[in-house]
């Protein structure tokens, strides 16, 4: 039987140490669950102000690539507070995000000339899945 020499109010006093620096480790990482979220939103707006609203892709592209630039600069600065993996994940989210979006559902909606706004919000909201899925994986320390 394990056999403890230290006091009981040392004991609670580990307790809440460990309770504490849980609770900072916690609320340093809530940044990342942001981060995610508002990629996420980014990716959507592109293809919504691309397919729906009629903007031009380079211009819509600049300007995603520019937001996209400095939300993924904050970022790496912030990676040591980052949950394990969660930027590599994250660009390889971002990448499938394109891929999905440029090389499958942009041109199989037009092929079969799906014109409806409702399609390419679904096709936006399936392709910016990859990307909403790293807010879960955020939840881990």
């Known amino acids: 039987?394990?056999?403890?020499?230290?006091?009981?109010?040392e004991a609670a006093e580990r307790l809440d140490t460990t309770a504490r620096i849980t609770?900072?480790?916690?609320?340093?990482?809530?940044?990342?669950?942001?981060f995610a979220i508002v990629q996420a939103l980014f990716a959507?707006?592109?293809?919504?102000?691309?397919?729906?609203?009629?903007t031009p892709y380079w211009?819509?592209?600049?300007?995603?690539?520019?937001?996209?630039g400095s939300l993924w600069f904050k970022a790496v600065l912030l990676r040591h507070s980052a949950?394990?993996?969660?930027?590599?994940?994250?660009?390889?989210?971002?990448?499938?995000?394109?891929?999905?979006?440029?090389?499958?559902?942009?041109?199989?909606?037009?092929?079969?000339?799906l014109t409806s706004p409702w399609w390419w919000v679904l096709a936006g909201v399936i392709a910016a899945s990859p990307i909403a899925a790293c807010v879960f994986s955020s939840s881990r320390v």
């Open 83 to 113: 949950p394990r993996y969660g930027l590599r994940n994250m660009g390889i989210a971002m990448a499938t995000w394109f891929a999905l979006y440029t090389l499958m559902l942009d041109p199989a909606l037009q092929l079969f000339g």
């Open 59 to 68: 211009p819509a592209f600049l300007v995603l690539g520019l937001a996209t």
């Open 1 to 9: 039987m394990f056999e403890s020499s230290a006091p009981m109010s």
């Open 23 to 34: 609770k900072q480790a916690k609320r340093a990482t809530r940044w990342f669950r942001w």
């Open 44 to 54: 959507l707006s592109f293809t919504l102000s691309v397919d729906v609203a009629g």
